[in-house]
């Protein structure tokens, strides 16, 4: 494997895991602030922003994700990269269950696994540049 396609897989890892933080933050910091989300106007969403660590940390890592998700576009064929990033939605099932503490359904697991296999296919067909 050359040194450039080495850094792309580092990078859409990073990127994935960026992803999987900020969500991972956005949702502990929302939760912790607590309130009436129904009432939720553009200046209070700005304000609850603001005011917590975690929601700025959760924007934090989606800013890196996108910086490292720029580069890989730089280094490998969008097709090939893209379906990569539903790494996003197997990850982000196994943190709502055992962080957050969510209560994940079999047929979501059916779901997760076949979005594996299609992972598993993609990586298989090779890489293009």
Do not use: H
């Not at 994700?65 to 890989?72: C, D, L, P, R």
């Amino acid at each position: 494997m050359n040194e450039q396609l080495a850094q792309s897989w580092w990078l859409i890892l990073l990127s994935v895991a960026s992803g999987v933080a900020g969500q991972t933050c956005l949702k502990i910091g929302l939760t912790k602030a607590g309130g009436d989300a129904s009432s939720d106007t553009l200046f209070s969403l700005i304000g609850l922003i603001l005011r917590s660590p975690l929601v700025m940390g959760g924007l934090f890592f989606y800013a890196l994700g996108a910086i490292s998700w720029i580069a890989v576009l730089r280094r490998m064929d969008l097709s090939y990269a893209y379906p990569f990033l539903a790494l996003n939605f197997v990850l982000i099932a196994l943190v709502g269950q055992f962080v957050l503490g969510e209560t994940v359904p079999w047929i979501r697991w059916v779901g997760i696994a076949a979005i594996c296999v299609g992972i598993l296919l993609i990586a298989n067909s090779g890489v293009s540049q």
